[in-house]
């Protein structure tokens, strides 16, 4: 042993390397551990629905990236509010995440009074998923061909027709009220606890219209079992050319599109934050997801944070107005 390999010294040596791993800041050791357990990632609807399809998909991904399980926990009900404050509370350290959509992020905020939560101060956004375009079907024995059509018959049966939706305040309800509002039309809304119970009474001919992501209604629309009549996207859809946009059908600069994307608790440290978005952007980027959204025309997301926090604030602008003008309240 030489001299300067006593064990005094390589004790020395030890302490004071555990000392400097003990000064390096917190965010910064998380980040490059995280995660340390099982993630579990909110949704605030019922299985079936498109933002449950968008979720999983991605979870599913970033359980093979990680090795380590993002689970999907659906909790919906309360227009998505108990979903927030719950994971408002959570530990604020990367293994609660929750799916953000345009209901809980851009309308919520104007149509409860009293949340218990504060969607910007309370949540950090992570990163968005998806934007879904947002299709308009009905149930085949209504008597409308086309949308121009349908506009016409409710219009001559104010208030004899249903549209379902996944819940108040969600994007199915909130492109369906737009579209009341451009149009003129008056139907019922009746509201359900997720898509996939709205889509049951809509193919059973209960209600007569609905809105949804492409991921949820493509299927029912190639089947025949549903009338796609018409998209909320600026332009037609490559995978249903025929279907005209309510742009072009005599309702210019009408868009409405469903959008999702990762928040996390507001106090969660940035280093965090940003090591979740980048395993989301590695995710979206995968052929197993690249493909499918592709597929159902949507777009994929995958941007940095701030990129995110200046979208949803565009959103809450622009949905503030169509509250206020619409008078969306909450069942």
Same mark, same amino acid.
């Given at each position: 042993m030489t001299r300067s390999d006593t064990p005094d010294r390589r004790q020395w040596l030890q302490a004071t390397l555990a000392a400097g791993l003990s000064t390096l800041p917190w965010a910064a050791r998380a980040q490059a551990t995280w995660p340390t357990k099982p993630v579990r990632f909110v949704v605030p609807f019922v299985p079936g629905g498109t933002s449950d399809i968008v979720a999983r998909t991605v979870a599913n991904e970033l359980t093979r990236q990680l090795g380590s399980p993002v689970l999907i926990d659906n909790k919906s009900g309360g227009g998505g509010v108990p979903a927030m404050q719950e994971v408002a509370r959570a530990p604020?350290?990367?293994? /609660?995440?929750?799916?953000?959509?345009?209901?809980?992020?851009?309308?919520?905020?104007?149509?409860? /009074?009293?949340t218990g939560y504060d969607v910007n101060r309370d949540f950090t956004p992570v990163t968005l998923l998806a934007k879904v375009?947002?299709?308009?079907?009905?149930?085949?024995?209504?008597?409308?061909?086309?949308?121009?059509?349908?506009?016409?018959?409710?219009?001559?049966?104010?208030?004899q027709l249903n549209y379902g939706s996944a819940g108040n305040a969600s994007a199915g309800h909130l492109a369906m009220e737009y579209l009341k509002l451009v149009t003129g039309m008056f139907m019922t809304h009746i509201p359900y606890r997720g898509t996939g119970p709205a889509l049951t009474d809509l193919l059973a001919?209960? /209600?007569?219209?609905?809105?949804?992501? &492409?991921?949820?209604?493509?299927?029912?629309?190639?089947?025949?079992?549903?009338?796609?009549?018409? &998209?909320? /996207?600026?332009?037609?859809?490559?995978?249903?050319?025929?279907v005209p946009t309510v742009a072009e059908s005599g309702y210019k600069g009408f868009e409405s599109v469903q959008w999702y994307g990762v928040m996390a608790p507001g106090a969660t440290p940035p280093e965090v934050v940003k090591r979740i978005q980048e395993e989301c952007l590695k995710a979206l980027k995968s052929p197993a997801i690249s493909e499918r959204f592709a597929s159902e025309d949507a777009t994929i997301g995958g941007g940095p944070p701030a990129e995110f926090a200046a979208f949803i604030a565009q959103q809450q602008r622009l949905w503030k107005d169509i509250v206020v003008r619409a008078r969306i309240k909450p069942d």
């Open positions: 604020a350290d990367g293994h /609660t995440i929750i799916l953000g959509h345009v209901g809980s992020m851009a309308v919520n905020p104007y149509i409860f /009074t009293n375009p947002s299709l308009f079907v009905i149930h085949p024995d209504v008597p409308a061909k086309n949308f121009r059509e349908f506009v016409a018959y409710v219009k001559s049966h104010p208030g001919g209960r /209600t007569q219209a609905f809105s949804a992501g &492409t991921p949820a209604l493509l299927p029912y629309i190639r089947s025949g079992r549903l009338r796609a009549i018409a &998209t909320g /996207t600026p332009a037609r859809l490559p995978s249903l050319p025929e």
